[in-house]
């Protein structure tokens, strides 16, 4: 009866698990670029319909600003930030926008040339969220 395993079947197995978890970590890596990508453009699109609601809600013109260094969405009604989220700290993801801000008017319609495209981007991951002038929001 044999209790124990030899040297040569241990390697044989250590050497499996290493070329399996080799073909997994890529695929791994591209699942959770897109997890966070689409997470990031959920929230923006949040965001922005939250900027919308607040100036529909409170019959003010609401700004949405977007910022490329930071990867960030701040909204704003008069001087006080209503809401404010950095993505590139908390899911390393970048983003570009068409625009450096968009503002809705108390009708709840874009206000302005309030046209917006912002491309949140991980790794090969990409997500965009579109502002019509008229205010509505889309994902792809």
Do not use: K
């Not at 699109?45 to 919308?52: S, V």
């Not at 704003?76 to 809401?83: C, E, K, Q, S, Y």
């Not at 912002?118 to 792809?140: I, K, M, P």
């Amino acid at each position: 009866m044999r209790r124990a395993h030899t040297l040569a079947e241990l390697l044989l197995v250590v050497a499996v698990m290493g070329v399996l978890l080799g073909l997994a970590v890529p695929s791994a890596r591209r699942l959770l670029d897109g997890i966070h990508a689409r997470g990031a453009a959920t929230e923006v699109a949040a965001l922005l319909a939250l900027a919308r609601h607040t100036a529909v809600y409170r019959g003010v013109r609401t700004a949405v600003r977007f910022d490329s260094v930071a990867a960030g969405v701040l909204v704003h009604v008069g001087r006080d930030t209503v809401a404010a989220r950095a993505f590139r700290a908390s899911r390393g993801v970048s983003l570009r926008a068409t625009r450096d801000s968009l503002a809705f008017a108390p009708t709840g319609r874009g206000f302005g040339a309030a046209n917006a495209t912002v491309v949140l981007r991980r790794g090969a991951a990409a997500e965009t969220v579109w502002v019509s002038r008229l205010g509505r929001v889309r994902r792809q």
